[in-house]
């Protein structure tokens, strides 16, 4: 089992940046693929990022390439996320996320996901 808290929200304005954090518990950490998701208000949550394993490969929607970072630090139980250029559109409830320790469905789609942090706000002004 695995607990997420993330951090790092807050107000920026377009064009800016800002640095989420999810700190885990557990010391399997390094064993669970972590997600970004990201909510907006009236939508569906929606896949960010991932970063898989202790391998590190990653995933991206294609509306954040390019713009944002998904990294992790198994010594510090932590996974990042490094918004830059940050547009109002990118405006939500930030999400991290881990799927069951033996999982074989997509990463893309909340639905799999077992463990959920709290979420972060995270507000880009025009």
């Known amino acids: 089992q695995v607990q997420l808290v993330e951090s790092g929200g807050g107000l920026v304005q377009a064009g800016g940046s800002l640095r989420l954090s999810c700190a885990a518990s557990?010391?399997?950490?390094?064993?669970?693929?972590i997600g970004w998701f990201r909510q907006a208000p009236g939508k569906e949550r929606e896949f960010v990022a991932v970063?898989?394993?202790?391998?590190?490969?990653?995933d991206y929607v294609d509306s954040v390439k390019g713009r944002f970072t998904i990294s992790r630090d198994n010594a510090k139980n932590t996974v990042y996320l490094q918004m830059n250029s940050l547009k109002p559109e990118d405006t939500a409830v930030y999400y991290c996320a881990a799927p069951p320790l033996v999982y074989s469905g997509s990463y893309y789609y909340p639905g799999g996901y077992r463990y959920w942090g709290q979420g972060t706000q995270v507000t880009v002004s025009s």
């Open positions: 557990g010391r399997t950490f390094s064993s669970y693929a």
């Open positions: 970063i898989y394993r202790s391998g590190g490969s990653t």
